[in-house]
């Protein structure tokens, strides 16, 4: 398979590339391994998109954005990345199933949620171990939850549990939580959720189910036991870019290094969205890169026909 | 007629769970999901494609666990999409949360082989 620019993943900034390099004319293809709507599709609800005047789900959103990317003649193809090559002129993009080629590659192929690393936690995986509260949230209807992190999508997260569940532990290692003041207010005011800060996860206990987390409070070094049926972990993200290796610098936590016109080290590579280095990672920046990246795309077409002319 | 039927995904309850499942000649592959959850939604397109592509080989189910909530109970379901592959009764094979589709093939491939 051949394109003129070929997206890898189409969350919204995969999504945002492919609509643009479409709309200017290209052949545009977005390489995904799931579903369109990457981790964006996995938000409960989504209050701060731009045009949105009511509140809207991440998959809803997700949704309008690939029709719209379709309606522009956007092709999605099935697949996970595993490795990139620039050869003269064109970059090759190998996937279980296809070997892909194209002039130009945007890199968009997100970041997925970091894990803990505390015992307990590989083991009970889907046995209440969680990432994702909207997906596994109903099955802890009534019973006591952790959730661990302190940024925006733990806030939001504990906030949608609280709804559901008996009890929300919120679990956090600083004092003060990171997400935005008015939903730190607004969770804080919640009679479930139950704030446990400087306090960090040693070990999530349970045989057949999680049955308690174990903490331990960073100031003090008391450690207790909070009896709860489900933990749900947000504590951060890993890029998506261990299929880049070797080809396109990166940082040392893994996220591709660009500039302001999303070009990487690579030539006829460009990156966009939560796996590139920046400080803001949302849907409305995502959105932003993935235009920004098809404009350098397209201009590094338009070179290289110029070249061959 | 019937033979485009069972390309696709058989929705099962706990009324045909028995017969359609555990007592099946074939291998089956069970996606527990909810119309609530995302991933589910996400993951439903490369199950159907496994349908199509396994035709004859492994029967792919769909169980709702909002409907059948004591066979996701009785399984230990607490994170969707989990999709069990069961043979001769038993759950011989398990993947949590959304996976690509080669993940699902290596793992069918897996259980075809034995």
């Known amino acids: ?309 | 007629m019937e033979e485009i039927q069972a390309t696709k995904p058989l929705h099962v309850t706990s009324a045909t769970f028995d017969s359609e499942v555990l007592k099946s000649t074939i291998p089956v592959l069970v996606d527990f999901w909810a119309e609530w959850c995302m991933p589910c939604l996400m993951v439903a397109p490369i199950v159907e494609d496994i349908a199509q592509d396994y035709a004859g080989r492994v029967k792919v189910c769909k169980l709702n666990v909002d409907d059948s909530q004591s066979l996701a109970s009785r399984y230990g379901i607490r994170s969707i999409p989990s999709l069990l592959i069961f043979k001769g009764g038993s759950v011989v094979n398990q993947v949590i949360g959304a996976v690509p589709k080669s993940e699902l093939v290596k793992r069918l491939e897996q259980v075809l082989r034995t």
């Open chain 1, 1 to 309: 398979m051949r394109f003129d620019v070929l997206v890898i993943g189409a969350g919204p900034a995969g999504l945002t590339a492919g609509l643009y390099v479409s709309r200017a004319g290209w052949r545009a293809a977005c390489l995904e391994r799931l579903a369109p709507g990457g981790q964006a599709a996995l938000t409960s609800r989504v209050d701060n998109y731009p045009g949105f005047d009511e509140p809207v789900s991440g998959f809803e959103l997700c949704r309008r954005m690939e029709a719209q990317a379709k309606r522009f003649g956007v092709e999605v193809v099935q697949g996970e990345a595993q490795g990139l090559a620039v050869a003269a002129g064109s970059v090759v993009v190998r996937s279980a199933e296809a070997t892909l080629r194209a002039d130009a590659v945007v890199v968009a192929s997100g970041a997925r949620p970091r894990e803990l690393g505390v015992p307990g936690e590989t083991e009970l995986r889907g046995k209440g171990v969680s990432y994702c509260a909207t997906c596994d949230g109903p099955f802890f209807r009534n019973q006591a939850v952790a959730v661990v992190g302190g940024g925006d999508s733990a806030v939001e997260e504990a906030m949608f549990l609280a709804r559901l569940c008996s009890r929300v532990y919120l679990v956090h290692r600083r004092d003060e939580f990171r997400a935005v003041k008015t939903v730190v207010e607004r969770a804080l005011n919640d009679t479930k959720i139950v704030p446990v800060q400087s306090a960090v996860v040693t070990r999530i206990a349970g045989t057949d189910g999680v049955e308690a987390v174990e903490v331990r409070n960073v100031s003090t070094g008391a450690t207790d036991r909070l009896e709860v049926a489900g933990v749900f972990v947000y504590v951060g993200l890993l890029p998506n870019s261990e299929f880049l290796a070797g080809q396109v610098a990166r940082d040392g936590a893994g996220y591709v290094i660009t500039d302001e016109d999303m070009l990487t080290s690579a030539p006829g590579v460009f990156a966009a969205g939560d796996v590139r280095k920046k400080s803001l990672r949302q849907i409305s920046t995502a959105v932003g890169d993935g235009a920004i990246a098809a404009m350098s795309a397209v201009r590094h077409l338009q070179g290289l026909r110029a070249q061959s002319r």
